[in-house]
């Protein structure tokens, strides 16, 4: 249960830690929390080279509230993103989204941008990216750019993340429809655990109750945790009730192709995923109703 | 194959380490092995368990999750630095023993560490948010009910002005 040998830098900037990967390229990995990959090291899953650490580069800790987005360091810890009460104001879904990832000590040093590399399926943090179509800007030494999640999920704990880039900010887009509601759901084991089935929804009301914005996705149920945007379009125009949500909810479980394992068969799960999905949709619903 | 040793100064508790360790060197295995500071536990190495907790700059974290290399510069505080200057025990602890709140004592440094982390940023929470604030923290024997009636009991006597 201890790391294989390996050797450590501590990068003092993003250009440091670009110009470490160009020279190390696939033999070495970039450390952040550190609560993924640690573990993978100890049960020898993983036998990097060298450990680029980003922990002490603060430009990749800051958030920054724009009008129509949140640009959040990499690097940004989960415990600062749940206590931040204006983060939580405009994106509503993380902090709900947060409260099923790990304890309080792995939250206080894991990452947001950890989490989305390390794209475990049934994480929390990849279906809100998912589903709100956030952004994730990417650098190496040669250069930046940006994938929206849907291109940055590739597979279980795959990104199409090169091995000299270093994910630098995520962009959450910020509903600016008045009555937005949101919603985060799952089921695991023990509180705390990965979901065996999760959903999320977020959902923007007119004055009638009318749905004018809709995105909702599972997780835990796919290779990827999966965002339904032409069902979700189905129900703009349209005042939820249960049995549209039920519907819905039904037509994406059933195009789910969930694994079975020791948790849940594939039946449980693809059933999970419809019970969750219409709980998140009427929960997202009745939020959005409630802001006056 | 010689590995290369990285030069940390850590304070620990209070007072300031200077120590060279390999990269792979857990921060855990380096308080035990190096420091000799062995009130903190090792269960199951991997972040499940939370036997290992230590406060880092303030904050409780798993010490079998980081490597002591990335503790350099920074402030931990261990189960050793939670009893008072005279040594005796603090509140909390005290409640511990108020309350039965272990048996084998496996898990107890870090129970102590996640449940005075919470007191420090919340002296008066409910059971909800004491029963969550040792969420991430396994016990085998007690079944918890005399940990969360020690971490009450101990808000309750700090609330009381006890020392």
Redo the contacts between chains.
Sequence with gaps: ????????A?AASIEQACELLSQHGDAAKI?AG??SL??M???RLLRPSW?I?I??IAALKSVALETDAVRMGACTRQ?VVSRDEALAARVPLLRQALAFV?????R??GTIGGSLVHADPSAELPLVAQILEARLALRAKSGTRTLPASAFFAGPMMTNVHADECLEEIHWPVWRERKTGSAFTEISRR??DFAIAAAAAQIAVDDDGHCTRVTFGVGGAARTPIAFPELAQSLVGQRMDQAKARAVAQEAAAALEPDSDIHASIAYRRHLAGVLVTRALQQAYDAARSVQ | ?S??L?SIVVDINGTRHVSHV???T?LV?WLREHLHLTGTHIG????IC?AC?VM?DG????S????A??A??HRITTVEGLQRPDGSLSVLQDSFCETHALQCGYCTPGMLI?AQ??LDATPRPTEAEIR??I??NLCRCTGYQQIVDAIALAARRMAEGAT
């Design positions: 249960m201890k790391s294989p040998p390996f050797e450590y501590r450390i550190g609560q640690v573990p090291m100890a049960f450990l650490d922990n002490e415990c790990g304890h309080t000590q792995t206080n040093r509180h705390g | 194959m590995e290369a990285y390999t990269a792979r857990s295995d199951c190495e991997h972040g939370g907790s880092l904050e409780p974290v798993r079998c999750l980081m490597y290399v990335q350099d510069g996640a982390a919470l969550d604030a969420g991430g």
